[in-house]
Structures are given as structure tokens and as C-alpha cells.
């Protein structure tokens, strides 16, 4: 039933700028008609409910109209990085010239099969989120970074979501051979929505992409993320997540360490607070030989919030010399919240190092105690603690990205960010 | 040893229990300013409960008895409270705290103390300047103070740390509990030094400790011996010459 609600918005699509995108919307509607919605019933999806980010996103009834854009003042919600920002607003590229960023209606054919082929790609890592997102797409932001190119200025992606319905945005990267990057991806909100961002990532041969995604929706959006990656040999994505918005937040990180010296690097954070539902995916492919993943996730888990952090290593044969570690440690700080983690590893190769582990606690009385009887307060005391906690993410922010200008504009916690970042 | 000031600490016989076990029980003892007082005893005498009591720290009833700190009933204040009023206590395993520099927590715990004293917050040049100067006291080098508190140290360089925020916060009382185990001889005359640098007639100490070693280097005005919960002899620093040489159970029977 709620296939055919997506079904149904995305014929109020329009997709007259990107017809050549046809195909790839048809096939992942089908795919989704074939699978059909993942439901609760599944391991992936056991403690997320789809079905109310469904009926938001793809409504039974008309569209309500959107809201005009011009009349939110979205430059008032941007952060100060000092770098060139895009804005994208409901999938369309808003304002920032840059040479790099193109909506899909302005690329040269030359790039259609590429853009269409990654927009499609369900055969490398399935992803019902990418698909419901490729059925709902009317356009879509290129980000073209090719080889032989160097220091360039980092670039900051802000993409908001306006509508109270039915909005998909989909980003797709591409790091030339030997191209080093770095990227800020923002995903913001006013108002109550829910958002289908998808961003393909595909790092090529030599690649070394440093990536930041701030995940900052207002507290009543629904957002569904997902990130697909490919990776090259020799290739790298460094990556942090942090995820700071939103009432109820899922999102998919899928990695393919595709061929030889792939590696990835991902550092992600989690806050939840309220009611707050975050729901982490991750599942990392090692393909090729001497590929490198290390991941480590951290939660803070206050009041009546639940945390899902569900992980998945796989080294599929051939993989040899794969090297893995993935770590989840979350802080419960309340009784009702909740955390739920799952890190796992499948292993079908000999010679590989691989490792996981999981850790859910309350923060450390001994350290606590301590720190008070050196005169600080229980409340600061807790503060540092906490912040010692999301410094050990917030420290691989890249350089050039000063941790406390970027943290003290999220809407969230200002004070903690801020205090988190700047305390050391 | 005649006395003619107000006690600086008056512990009237506590009680303390943990869980549903008596730890102390009837426990006195009177420490004036300037007076230094070393705590021997076996294990399990209570030794480190009353440290951990004086300063604060949760997981311990108080059943009966009394504490009073300059006049204040200490017991009924909360650990930073009591360090703000000029209570120490030195760990016997100092906490390792990742992700919080050594010298951001001093100078946050400095100007809680000085806030708390209606003064006005230490300028980093200033702060700087006299961290530098008392790390030098304890032989500790720079790149400890850029550290995570106690984040890899060794032991001795642990307990230099708590000999260090003590000379740092310039308590008016402090417990050192055990601050000797684990010290070869060089790093006990560092903190033995770090300590009899911080005597200055006023401020006062209690030594928690099991051997007389660390009383050769900081020398006692009274030394008590705690048995079952209770102070069961109380002497001059002669007295833990003669525990050494007899052990407890001469001296206190079996416990």
C-alpha cells in the first residue's frame, strides 16, 4: 500500500527537465514494487517504522503547495565556514555559483549515463531508501570534482528541505582519479517535513575525499539519508556524521571498498534528546584486496530518546588482507532512553584483521567524582565529561573547519555544541 | 604539641557503614590548622573510607557522628562544595579522564575556587605562569599539562599530578591517601618535597598511607593507628618507627 503512495506522488513529479533520468526512476519504482516497503519484520529495519515517514513524505491527498522559497530565510540558517556555499532547496540548486555544482538538467550529455547509472545503482548495495528517493526525484545536484585539479577551496553543500511533503534530493559525487576534497554537506529544515536526501559518493582511483555531513532538520522533520559509496583503489573517504536534528532520523551509509588499498574512515556522532528517534544503518562491503575500514559511532542518549546503531561489516572472498574495526559507544544518560546496537561482521575471506565492539554506559561516576572534588560542579562536571566524549568525533573534523564556528550554529543544544567543541 | 587554636577538622565519633557493613565505627580525631597527621593500619582498617568520606564521595552512610570543617558540618555539603571550602582529597588511584586536558580542568577548577571566594577569574597568562612554576616543583614537563588528566601517566606520574592540583588549588586541608604506594624512592622525595613545600603553618594534612617510608620524608606532629573502624593509638611520629619494627598485631592485636 505504501509503494503505491509513493507510486502516486511520483507521477506528480515533474520530471520534464530530466527525462533522460525516465528509466531510473521506472526501475526503482519497480523495485520497489517487487520488494516492496521494508517493514519492522526485517533485521534493518526492526526499530524504525517506515510507514509514518511514508504517509508524510508521499500523501494520499493533493500535494500541499510549497512553501515559497524566497520567503524562508535560509541564509539566516547557514553556517559560517568561510567557504563557497550551494544552496539547494527541495533538490533544486538555489543560489551559489561554483564550477563544480550542476543540477542534473544543466549537465552535458556526456555525464547523463553516469548520473542515471549511479541514480539506478541498486545492484551493489540495495537500498529501499535510495529507491523511494530515485522514484520521487524531479532533479538533482552534481558535484564533479575532476582529476587533475588541486586546491581548490573546500565546498560547503547546504540542503534544505521547505515543503511539508513529497521532497527528494539527491546528490551525486564524484572525486577524480587522485583528487583530494573536502566537502561539508548541511541538511536543514524550518519547518515540520520529511526529507529524502540521497548522496552517491564515488571516489576514484587515488581519491582522498574528506567529507563532513551535519544532519541538522528541525525537531519536527522526518529525515531519511543515505549515503552510497564506492571506492577505488588506492582511493579514500574520510568521513564524519554528526547527526543532530531532526524528531525522527534515519539513515544508510552503504560502503563499497570496491578494489586494492580501498579505505574508509568514518567518525559519527549521535545526539539524541526528547523524543528523538535516530536510526543508524551502516554496512561496509570489503571487495577488494587490502581495503580498510575503521568506524567508530558514538550516542549520547538523553532523556526519552532512542538510539538505534545498526552495523554491518562484510569481507566478501577475494578480499584478503581486509582490515576492519567498527566501534559503537553510546552514553545513556536517562532512564528512558534507549539505545540499541548491533555491530556485526561477516567474514568470508582468510588473512584479515577485523574487529568490533560495542559499549552502552552511563557516564563514569569515578571521573565524575573526581572532578567534583576538584570544585567543579556536578552540572559542568557532566558537561566536561560529555564533551570529552564528542570531542573524540568532533577532533576529525578536517582542518579548515574550526569545530567551534561550525558547532555553534547548530540550532540544537547551541551551548553544548559550542562548550563541546571549544573545551579541551 | 600543646594546642591553642580551634580545630580545623573535628571528625566526632563517626559511623560509617557501606552497603549493610560497619566500615567506621566510632571514629574521632581533631586536626588543627598547620598540623600534619599520618593514618596507619592494616588493610581494611578503614583508612581509605575516611578519606573518601571526608571528601565527599557517594556509596558511603554516614550512620551516626559528625564532621565539622572550619566551622561548617561537612557532611551535609556536596564534593565540589567542600573543595571549594578547601578540602583536598589526593586518590589513591587518581581517575583517568580522556578528551579533558590536564590543564583545562585545573584552571576550570581554579576559578571555581576563586569564584566561590568572590574573586576574579585567573587570566591564562597568570594561570600559565604559576602552573608552569608549580609543575617544575614536581618535575612534571609540559607535555604533561597538555595531556588528558592522568591519560597514560604511570603511577608515579599520577600521583605527581595530584601533588601538583593540590599545589595548584593550595587547599586549607588535605587528605593524601596512599599517595605513596607505588612511588619508587625518587618520585616519594618529589612529592614528599611537593608536600613539606606546602607546610606552612596553617594549612593542615592528613597522610593515609601504610608504610612509615613516606613519614621519614614528610615528618608528622601525631600519627594514629585505625583498627576495626576506630583510632586505637594515637603518638608521635615515633610511633610508626615502632610499627614498623613490631607490625600491627603487636601493637593492636588482631583485627
Redesign the interface.
Known sequence: MSVELIGNAARRVSTAAVAWLEPARQAALLTLRESGLPTTASEEWRYTDLGPAIARLAPAGELRPALDVAATAWPDLLLETGWPVCLIVDGSLQSGADSRVRQFSAVQEQDRAFLAGAVADSRSQPSALADLNAALLGDGTFVDLPAGVTDAAPLYLACATSTAAATASRIVIRCGRQRRATLLLHFLSASACASSTVVDIHCEAGAELSLVVLQDQSDDAIHLGCERVSVAAGASLDMVMLDAGAGLARNDLLVTLADAGARLRLASLMVGDGARHVDQYCRIEHRGTSTSSQVTVRGIADEGSRLVFNGKVIVHPGAKGADAAMRNQNLLLSAAAEVDTRPELEINENEVRCSHGATTGQL????L??????????T??RR??L???A??ILARLPAGLSASGLLAGIGRHRDLWRDWAG?? | MTRNTEPLLEVADLHVSVGDKPILQGLSLSVAAGEVHGIMGPNGSGKSTLAHVLAGREGYTVTAGSVRFRGLDLLAMAPEERSRAGVFLGFQYPVEIPGVNNVYLLRAALNAQRKHRGEPEMDSVQFMRLARERARLMQMGEQFMSRGVNEGFSGGEKKRNEIFQMAMLEPQFAVLDETDSGLDIDALKVVAGGVNSLRDGRRSFILVTHYQRLLDYIEPDFVHVLAGGRIVRTGDKSLATELESQGYDALVGST
Do not use: C, K, P, T
Request: charged share 25%.
Open positions: 563514569d561516576q569515578n571521573a567524582f573526581y572532578l567534583r572534588s576538584r570544585g567543579i560542579a556536578d559542568a562536571a566536561m565529561l564533551g570529552a566524549f570531542r573524540e573545551a579541551s
